[in-house]
């Protein structure tokens, strides 16, 4: 059994027929996925999902280049609905981060909107998705200032110094199709040696799709390549990587 910890198969072109790609990935052995939520409009595409879809979970939370999301209404259905007990399916804030990448927005700006997001998260016993691009020193800053103990690096794109800091510190990296990909050697030493514990696959679907489906939109189905690649980097089969995975992400997301 596969997890996808990261995945929009709400935005285009699947927007109105998730199915199309949910069905696919089940059938290929995506027993749960997670829709992570980037704005307004996306929280609540996400939580629709795990309401449709037995094995769909949901984070919600606002995005560092969506910061025109994150109003006091905006964060008031987060914490209303997050903290609904129906509301079992909605497993962690994200993602929320720093973007310093052609951001309109400042540094500053960005920081105040990730430390209420924390918050949040603290005040709801739920773990971060991180989204840090460009940004790693600070986006480690904020989390050690905010005492943050649950934290996973979505789309791990930094360099094994970087990662082992943020292993020593309990937190984790989750790893994208980038894995796959010929020139992505950075990435590629993370994934050979990170702790047995302390990562997860995700697709990032619809972007970023496995060297394989270069040129594609890419769907969920498709962690089985990335498995196999980060299987692989490690020596060992995709099997095993399937079942470490699957263990590390039930545990770590309550799911």
Not at 40 to 51: I, M, V, Y
Request: glycine content about 6%.
């Amino acid at each position: 059994m596969w997890i996808d910890t990261h995945c929009h198969p709400y935005f285009e072109p699947y927007t109105g027929r998730e199915g199309e790609i949910i069905g696919p990935a089940c059938g290929a052995g995506v027993k749960k996925m997670i829709a992570i939520g980037c704005d307004s409009k996306s929280n609540r595409q996400a939580l629709a999902l795990t309401e449709n879809f037995d094995g769909v979970f949901a984070a919600v939370g606002v995005h560092p280049t969506e910061l025109h999301d994150f109003t006091d209404e905006e964060l008031a259905w987060m914490r209303k609905t997050c903290s609904r007990e129906q509301t079992k399916k909605i497993v962690a804030i994200g993602e929320i981060g720093l973007d310093y990448f052609r951001n309109k927005y400042t540094p500053a700006e960005q920081e105040r909107v990730f430390r209420a997001q924390i918050a949040l998260a603290r005040e709801l016993d739920l773990p971060c998705v991180i989204h840090s691009r460009d940004s790693a020193e600070d986006t480690l800053r904020i989390l050690l200032d905010e005492k943050v103990t649950r934290a996973v690096f979505h789309c791990y794109s930094y360099d094994l110094a970087f990662a082992k800091r943020l292993w020593d510190k309990g937190y984790l990296t989750s790893f994208t199709g980038i894995v796959t990909y010929p020139n992505a050697r950075a990435v590629q030493e993370v994934a050979a040696a990170a702790p047995e514990d302390m990562f997860f696959l995700e697709t990032d679907c619809p972007f970023l799709p496995p060297q394989s489906k270069r040129g594609q939109v890419n769907q969920m189905s498709y962690i089985l390549e990335i498995g196999e690649k980060v299987a692989e980097l490690r020596g060992c089969s995709a099997t095993e990587i399937a079942r470490v995975t699957t263990r590390n992400a039930e545990r770590w997301f309550r799911i």
